[in-house]
Nanobody
Framework: QVQLVESGGGLVQPGGSLRLSCAAS????????MGWYRQAPGKLRELVAT???????NYADSVKGRFTISRDNAKHTVYLQMNSLKPEDTAVYYC???????????WGQGTQVTVSS
């Protein structure tokens, strides 16, 4: 069982930056592939970025070059650094953990990111 708690969301102007954090507890963090997803009003939840247990990363085309995902296994935390934010980045951002051998996965409660002037 894994509990995920996101933080770091808020209101930011276009062009600004935010760093989201997701703290995990309840299991061995390093064995989970981690990711960030987002869901805007009226839209489906979509993948933003993932990072594997080995540190390999993957990004949605819409955020490549602007967002960076990283993980600190010692702190049981995954981060999403978001730069050059755009209004279309406005969404609830969710942290996701997946244990690939069994495909068991977990979600955080979400944190709101609003990009507006």
């Amino acid at each position: 069982q894994v509990q995920l708690v996101e933080s770091g969301g808020g209101l930011v102007q276009p062009g600004g930056s935010l760093r989201l954090s997701c703290a995990a507890s309840g299991s061995i963090f390093s064995i989970y592939d981690m990711g960030w997803y987002r869901q805007a009003p009226g839209k489906l939840r979509e993948l933003v970025a993932t990072i594997s247990t080995g540190g390999s990363t993957n990004y949605a085309d819409s955020v490549k070059g602007r967002f960076t995902i990283s993980r600190d296994n010692a702190k049981h935390t995954v981060y999403l650094q978001m730069n050059s934010l755009k209004p279309e980045d406005t969404a609830v951002y969710y942290c996701h953990a997946k244990y690939t051998p069994t495909m068991r996965d977990y979600w955080g409660q979400g944190t709101q990111v609003t990009v507006s002037s």
